[in-house]
């Protein structure tokens, strides 16, 4: 079996399963307990808020850990905009985002918010002069993504972070794709609020985080008991935490050797299908792009067809965002590219990660252009 699908979700890492099996056997604990039950899980937790912290470079006590990006997500708009509704109802985002951010502006906008949605240019990128120029004094909140989860196309996130200090505004990174593959620093840039999720980066489903820098006005989203410093009721995941620490401690050390192996099995990947099938492009800028995703439009291909051919042989990718497959939407990410519905159902993304091989590539582009001609009725 080939896995070629990390960006909607990776295998959990050896390590990171050996690191959280005592917290589902006899560290049960719960961290609010003060007897020693509690006690021996708070440390674990408060160890894995450090290591999340590391990995991009924010302090310890701005980490407020979630049941998933999508909350984290949730949490920033959503807690921006009522801890600054009195102040002004416009926040700026792009086309491009992914649901936990679209749809939570979405919200905010039929609620009577005004949502400024910048478009992006043929390769996927932003013009942050055109972002500049959206802003208003009634603009509260930038929300951008780091890396696009379909394309993997990055966004120009220190200028928007030096735009938004400039204007005084708040920025909300999602940096789900981002965090673990390109280096990401709270501290460096002008980000107030950083969405991440554990289970992209090999750790299990379920948690998440959201980075609140000190002095950005967030109210929780949950509200309950005083976990999280009174930013998040519910007793925590401990489990999930603790892996996504460990998985985080582990991206950190494997980050730079990791990129530069994985952009060379994807640029062999990429370059192979662009010449072995006629017809196939590759969606979004060639460098400013996360080192381990490919999305191609194979022209006269339907992408689920492709899929399901592939699949038969072994191979997993997607077409597009998971969170839209099984419906026949084309990519609001594509369309915002240019790209015509015929051209988007024909486009495929492969996102690779840590267990791919050299051998792994090989079978791919033995197996796909035979796939491609079938489909097109050629052989
Ligand atoms: C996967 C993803 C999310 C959502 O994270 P979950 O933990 O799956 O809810 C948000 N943003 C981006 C860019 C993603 O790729």
Known sequence: MIYLD???????????????????QEKFGNPSSIHWGG?????AV????????????????????????TEADNMAIKGVAAALGGRGNHIVTTQVEHPGVANPCLYLENLGFEVTRLPVDTDGLLDVERLEAAITDRTILISAMAANNETGVLMPV????????????????????????????????????????????????????????????????????????????????????????????????????????????RDRLEEGILALVSGARVNGHRELRLPTTSNI????????????????????????????????????VLAAMGRTGEEAKGSVRFSLGRGNTDAEIDRVLAVLPAIVARLRGES
């Open 158 to 265: 220190r200028e928007i972070g030096e735009i938004a200090l400039r204007r005084r505004v708040y920025f909300h990174c999602d940096g789900v794709q981002a965090a673990g593959k390109i280096p990401l620093s709270v501290r460096d840039g002008g980000i107030s609020l950083l969405a991440l999720s554990a289970h992209k980066l090999y750790a299990p489903k379920g948690a998440g985080a959201l980075v609140v820098k000190r002095g950005v006005k967030c109210h929780p989203l949950i509200h309950g008991g005083s976990q999280e410093r009174n930013r998040r009721g519910g007793t925590e995941n401990v489990a999930g935490i603790v892996a996504f620490g460990k998985a985080c401690a582990i991206s950190r050390e494997t980050m730079a050797g990791e990129a530069l192996r994985l952009k060379g099995l």
């Open 46 to 69: 408060e160890n894995a808020r450090e290591q999340v912290a590391e990995l991009v470079g924010c302090e310890p006590g701005e980490v407020v850990f979630t049941s998933s990006g």
């Open 6 to 24: 990390h960006n909607a979700t990776t295998p959990v890492h050896p390590d990171v399963v050996e690191a959280l099996l005592p917290f589902l």
């Open 39 to 43: 006690r021996a899980v708070k440390g």
């Open 297 to 332: 439009t194979i022209a006269g291909v339907e992408a689920d067809s492709l899929l399901m051919a592939l699949d038969l042989e072994g191979v997993a990718a997607s077409s597009g965002s998971a969170c839209s497959s099984g419906t026949l939407k084309v990519s609001p």
